[in-house]
């Protein structure tokens, strides 16, 4: 008699690789294993955050507005016990190991929950194997809790569109506003999730109460986040103010190139006859510069604009992984050669399922907004294969989806869809 291998049982033993593989990269890296970048970045400012109570970023003297305050806050908050050298940096990749890891059980989850759970250990062993995501869960990058937070987003948003609890609401509004706080573009994700509550014919009644719950709490978590940055600023900032560099570097993308000065020559001159400005305002004043350098790139052709925002930016989002530093022996291009395999089959897999699984169309189709939202946001100003990392396990939970459903015998429906 065949000995029966549990979803369950085998999500365990992924957990387990994914644990392995994080720590053997932490082992065998350790804290040499850093971009020296935005990584930095947060630590350095989680540093400052303690020393002086000011939340700084690119000047140590500066407020910024440049970053929300989560990851500095979660940084600061672990380099208050274990102290700001190795051990507090050590403690640090640990955590964002521990979001990793946490992020590779939920996407079992969401699988567990879709009423495929081997679908579900699919999706947890591609995002456990994927040698990025190991990457980054070594990094103090905003990535590793924001993919934590974004898939317990997904999850609730589904028990909410099935069940239409509140204790799902509030957890759903939870994990919004964890994610909020490392990452400012999740702010318009609702609209998706608007997509996919009209799809499973939710009450309108409720979702009017609840959006407006939604919003008390919004106002609640963020005021004193508005509160400060007025009291620096003067004005009323609800988020960050430092969208102006990537708008501007997105308008050099494409057929972008042609229109304008070099960018290089237009952050020079603004640093030249502004040398005293903030950082604050000198991305307000890029931000000027990049809004009249689209309106001009737009009336001069139309056709290339939109090629470029449309086409030339989603293939350079998509085309390769984030993926700076090789580690395990695994060359950037050898990456990249099976990131475009993953993106291929993860894109046919999707759409079979659509197709195939009807049952599960809405909450596929949620996957396919939020995935388009994410693409869409990012095409506006500069993409960049670091934006399609949090997305990677929804692709792996598409490829697993469509397994289950072409295989049904070997990947039985060993349990039901969460209730």
Excluded at 55 to 73: C, F, Q, R, S, W
Excluded at 88 to 117: C, E, H, N, Q
Excluded at 169 to 174: D, H
Excluded at 330 to 347: D, G, Y
Aim: glycine share 6%; proline share 6%.
């Amino acid at each position: 008699m065949p000995i029966r291998f549990h979803p369950k049982t085998a999500a365990l033993l992924v957990l387990l690789l994914a644990l392995a593989l994080r720590l053997f990269a932490l082992w065998k890296y350790g804290l040499h294993l850093t971009l020296n970048s935005d990584d930095m970045g947060y630590v350095r400012s989680a540093e400052r955050l303690l020393e002086t109570g000011m939340l700084t970023y690119h000047k140590a003297d500066e407020p910024t507005v440049h970053i929300m305050p989560g990851m500095p806050l979660l940084l600061a908050s672990l380099f208050l016990f274990f102290g700001a050298g190795d051990a507090g940096l050590y403690a640090a990749k640990l955590v964002m190991i521990a979001f990793g890891v946490g992020s590779v059980f939920l996407i079992y989850a969401l699988g567990s929950d879709l009423g495929r759970p081997w679908a579900g250990v699919i999706a947890a062993f591609g995002a456990a194997l994927y040698i990025p995501l190991i990457e980054t869960d070594n990094l103090t990058l905003t990535e590793a809790p924001f993919l934590f937070g974004f898939l317990l987003f997904i999850r609730f948003a589904i028990r909410l569109g099935r069940h239409r609890r509140m204790t799902d609401f509030y957890k759903l509004m939870a994990a919004y506003l964890f994610c909020l706080f490392f990452r400012p573009t999740i702010a318009l994700v609702p609209l998706a999730l608007l997509g996919y509550l009209r799809l499973v014919r939710y009450p309108w009644r409720l979702a009017g109460k609840q959006a407006a719950i939604a919003a008390l709490l919004v106002v609640l978590a963020l005021s004193p986040w508005w509160v400060r940055n007025y009291m620096h600023y003067g004005e009323f900032i609800p988020l960050t103010g430092s969208s102006g560099d990537p708008l501007l570097l997105g308008t050099y993308q494409g057929y972008g190139y042609r229109y304008g000065p070099p960018y290089r020559e237009v952050v020079d001159s603004i640093e030249k006859q502004h040398p005293h400005m903030s950082h604050y305002e000198k991305e307000k004043r890029k931000k000027d510069i990049a809004i009249q350098r689209i309106k001009t790139w737009y009336r001069a052709n139309p056709a290339q604009w939109w090629e470029s925002y449309i086409v030339k930016k989603t293939k350079t989002q998509w085309e390769a992984p984030f993926y700076w530093i090789e580690i395990f022996g695994v060359s950037k291009q050898e990456m990249t050669v099976w990131h475009q395999r993953l993106i291929r089959l993860a894109f046919i897999s999707a759409l079979a399922a659509l197709v195939m699984d009807r049952r599960r169309r809405p909450e596929l189709l949620f996957f396919a907004f939020l995935i388009a939202y994410f693409t869409a946001l990012n095409n506006v100003f500069f993409a960049y294969p670091r934006y399609n990392l949090p997305l990677m396990p929804l692709l792996f939970l598409s490829i697993g989806l469509a397994l289950s459903f072409l295989f049904p015998r070997r990947m039985q429906n060993t349990a039901a869809p969460s209730s």
